[in-house]
């Protein structure tokens, strides 16, 4: 991730505390366009998208345009790299084959990918963060500069891992949490693993078909963005370089879903009630720990900053931050992209006028 991309993202993380009261009014929709305005004004947007749904009421919103020097504005059905958005998807998949007796979510990951990792390491660690293995993309560089050196290099899974371990453990499994990409990694070659089948079409067999998500694609090594899309930049050797076209395949199961707003919508509408999974493990999905406060298995469990319990998550990867929450009752609901500008300005109050409007 870029640093502008990994601001943008702890901006989001940063409201979600405070004390004030919720109420009942609707959304305002010149609020929310004044807020999308203002992070395209600080120059980190080239452009956005945002879909929002309060009650009854629905509407998408957009800023910016879809390339730079051109007038083209951002397409409402805009296609973009929703980042670790996929997380959710890869522990749906995990949670599904949990609800068929095909894994065992107390398990060491051990007895299905023998030898891999420290064989303690169970899958539900794995899936909440609290594995302890060293995050293998703090050992790669996705600042525009850095990534152009390997921004069409095609990666393996056990690549990936094999960065991971070779690196001490961050601590003992289960005794901290730490947002950790290598996790995901594993789990996709787990699903792999008890399933025959490679992940990509796993995920569209179980997930994508059934909810006809035909706008979300998990693009394995292709570096294009298919269908209409903004594009986004970078600054590299002292200019501005378009930084959309890159090879995915370092992010895989972890963070590599291209998708809509409104297909975004849908799955997570279909995960929050429970269409996707039995009972038992829909009770998993959002079940947090004394160690992992505000994460589930694949989902954070979060607070906006009126106290507005809300559930989804947030994605960035090189070129694009992305953001979609829920409250429980899924009254209110938000589904955002960012194409990343070239601009150095601070975005903290344009999400906070975003996210105070849409929730609190």
């Known amino acids: 991730m870029g640093t502008r991309l990994l601001a943008t993202l702890a901006a989001f993380s940063l409201l979600f505390t405070g004390t004030a009261v919720a109420d009942d009014t609707q959304v305002d929709r010149r609020i ?36 730079m020097n051109h007038p083209r504005p951002v397409p409402l059905n805009g296609r973009f790299r929703a980042g670790s958005i ?25 007895r299905y990918l023998p030898g ?64 950790n990409n290598t996790n995901y990694v594993i789990l996709g070659m787990l699903i792999e693993k008890v399933t025959g089948r490679e992940y990509e079409q796993v995920v569209a067999q179980r997930v994508l078909k059934p909810l006809r998500l035909h706008e979300t694609t998990f693009p394995g090594d292709d570096p294009e963005i298919r269908g209409p899309h903004a594009h986004s930049y970078g600054i590299v050797n002292g200019q501005p370089v378009d ?20 297909d975004l919508d849908t799955f997570y509408t279909a995960l929050l009630t429970g ?14 720990t004394p160690v992992s406060t505000d994460y589930g298995l694949g989902v954070f469990v979060e607070k906006a900053p009126c106290g507005t319990t809300i559930i989804g998550h947030p994605g960035g990867v090189p070129g ?15 589904e955002m992209s960012v194409s990343a500008g070239v601009g150095t300005g601070d975005p903290t ?3 906070d006028k975003l996210i105070n409007e849409i929730f609190c």
């Not at 990792?117 to 302890?132: C, F, H, K, N, Y």
């Not at 995915?248 to 291209?258: L, R």
């Open 275 to 288: 269409k996707l999974l039995k009972p038992a493990q829909q009770a998993e999905l959002t079940k947090t």
């Open 320 to 334: 694009f931050a992305s953001y979609a929450y829920s409250t429980p009752d899924l009254k209110r609901r938000a």
């Open 116 to 179: 891999l990792i420290d064989e303690r390491i169970t899958v539900r660690q794995l899936l909440q963060m609290t594995a302890g293995l060293f995050n293998y993309t703090n050992a790669l560089r996705f600042d525009p500069q850095g990534f152009e050196e390997i921004r069409f290099r095609q990666w393996r899974p056990e690549e990936l891992v094999a960065i991971s371990t070779s690196k001490p453990p961050q601590f003992e499994p289960g005794t901290k949490w730490e947002y």
């Open 32 to 67: 929310v366009q004044e807020g999308l305005d203002e992070l395209v004004a600080t120059g980190v947007a080239q452009g956005t998208q945002l879909r929002v749904t309060d009650g009854r009421n629905r509407f998408t919103a957009r800023s910016g345009t879809a390339e």
């Open 349 to 351: 109050n344009a999400y």
């Open 243 to 262: 930084t959309t076209r890159w090879n995915p395949s370092v992010f895989w199961a972890v963070g590599d879903v291209i998708t809509t707003t409104r």
């Open 86 to 110: 996929t997380k959710s998807f890869t522990s749906t998949v995990t949670l599904q084959l949990a609800g068929e007796g095909k894994v065992s979510l107390d398990a060491p990951v051990d």
